[in-house]
């Protein structure tokens, strides 16, 4: 995957000055948009599409320091206005295109990428291959912005705001693997950007062919691969930090990538005031 990274920054500076087509840079490199966009945006710290954006306006601050006019590179980098490509520019440097000409500067350029694999074997990593069947997911959803590091207070208030009764209920209903109550995130935007929403389900697994209670909500979960990952200690830091290992350890030196469908959570065991947890994560995977 290190190797398909780097591949694809190169195709992305052979074609900066072009409508770059992420999902066909994928197709080309050998993998898919959706796993590429992941791994990018967890090892570069930033989405694929804003990594094209700032090398774009990169190549262009050099432009807009010589004497080509204004309108030249702006169409010559794909904007078909100085106005589009001003708000551009000055979205990466801060500073607009005639400003940056007349006081040469200040810029911020944003370097080539390049992608290393450093084991350090700093995350052990518990982890089997499951191949599934097919499953609902049923239960309580909301829409939650997504926040990478600590608790979210959005989906603490959801899953606070059910009674009592209700968790009971939920408990009940779980008939088919991973058992017990879940934390679901589907939706996620695929670059991973913090803030965006996505769509949170406290709830249960049951069999693809068993009927939902007419009101809870329903994701249904196609049969295929998850790598299922084991965690245990602080809550939620542990389960976090193996997260954030699968990108920057597990995958890039498996044989496997991520599918689109939901990450799933479940709590196999709990302190009473929840600060340590036993946990299972599921994330849905396909042979690389």
Not at 139 to 165: C, K, M
């Amino acid at each position: 995957m290190i190797a398909t990274l780097n591949r694809i920054v190169d195709l992305v500076e052979d074609r900066i000055g072009d409508d770059v087509d992420l999902d066909a840079l994928a197709r080309e490199a050998g993998t898919t948009g959706y796993h590429l966009r992941r791994m990018f945006s967890s090892l570069a710290g930033m989405p694929l599409s804003e990594y094209v954006r700032r090398r774009r306006m990169t190549l262009a601050a050099a432009e807009v320091l010589g004497d080509a006019s204004l309108l030249d590179v702006a169409v010559r980098h794909g904007y078909g206005s100085t106005e589009a490509f001003a708000r551009a520019f000055r979205a990466v440097h801060g500073v607009a295109p005639a400003d940056a000409r007349r006081d040469g500067g200040p810029l911020r350029p944003q370097p080539l990428v390049r992608f290393r694999l450093t084991v350090e074997g700093s995350t052990s990593m518990d982890v089997r291959i499951a191949d599934h069947p097919p499953i609902r997911l049923v239960g309580h959803a909301a829409r939650v912005p997504l926040i990478h590091e600590g608790a979210n207070p959005h989906i603490v208030a959801h899953v606070q705001s059910l009674p009592a009764e209700e968790h009971a209920r939920l408990r009940a209903l779980s008939a088919a693997e991973p058992a017990g109550i879940l934390q679901v995130s589907a939706d996620v935007d695929p670059d991973g950007r913090e803030g965006t929403e996505l769509t949170y389900l406290h709830g249960v697994a049951i069999p693809a062919d068993a009927a939902a209670p007419a009101d809870l909500d329903v994701i249904d979960v196609p049969g295929g691969e998850w790598a299922v990952f084991r965690t245990s200690g602080p809550h939620p830091e542990a389960l976090q930090t193996t997260w954030a290992a699968t990108a920057t350890e597990w995958l890039p030196s498996n044989p496997w990538r991520l599918r689109p469908g939901p990450s799933i959570v479940a709590v196999l065991e709990r302190s009473e005031d929840f600060r340590t947890a036993t946990c299972e994560l599921w994330l849905p995977v396909e042979r690389a």
